[in-house]
């Protein structure tokens, strides 16, 4: 599901070579997967982090920046002008949600696409009609495209390049442990506390 995710996602961002996206929970296998799509298709990524860890190499991954929520001097929006020279986002992928998602909107380039794939913040963002308006923002909605019916024949070609780039020795992919179901609260603890880890498997 996640190498599919990835590639809907940066579809859907609509960004094109050269522009800027923003991927938020930065260390998760979704946005590192979004981040080595991008990279091949040379888009510019920041990757916004809770907090920074040394294990895992964003920039290694395909991030252009990497933007540590837990040591900003400034806001948001102006560090992301600064990482941008002044240009701005032209897509986000938000897998978060929460005052940084508005932060990130007010961000966006004419015609700048927000795609909203998960919602881990307990906490809500707020836009003023006008930030949506005068930029002619659009805010979607990602959901798996099988979530409701399965793959046909037509969509071979597409599963087919998704599988030659997943599969390649480059692409990478962080296992942060795998384990028997006895040990799900110390699984469920590493995925919340230690993203950077990679993703955690249970053993059945």
Known sequence: MNPITAWD????????????????AGYSSVSTMV??????????VIALVRRSHDRLDLKRLGATAT????????????AVM????????????DNVGGPASGELIRTLAMGG??????????ERFE???????????????NIYRYFFSPPVEADRPVLREIVDIF?????????????????FE????????RADLGKQIFRM
């Open 9 to 24: 996602l940066l579809a859907d961002s609509r960004v094109q070579p050269g522009q800027w996206l923003a991927v938020t």
């Open 35 to 44: 981040m080595q799509f991008a990279k091949r298709r040379g888009i510019n």
């Open 67 to 78: 933007l540590d929520l837990s040591d900003l001097k400034v806001g948001i929006r102006e």
């Open 82 to 93: 600064d990482m941008t020279g002044g240009a701005g986002l032209n897509g986000i992928i």
């Open 113 to 122: 696409q927000m795609v909203i794939n998960g919602g881990m913040s307990s």
């Open 127 to 141: 836009l003023h009609n006008f930030d949506v308006l005068l930029s002619g923002v659009e805010i979607r909605a």
């Open 167 to 183: 599969g390649q020795p480059d692409f990478h992919i962080s296992v942060g442990g795998i384990h028997p179901l006895a040990q």
């Open 186 to 193: 110390l699984a469920v603890a590493n995925s919340l506390d």
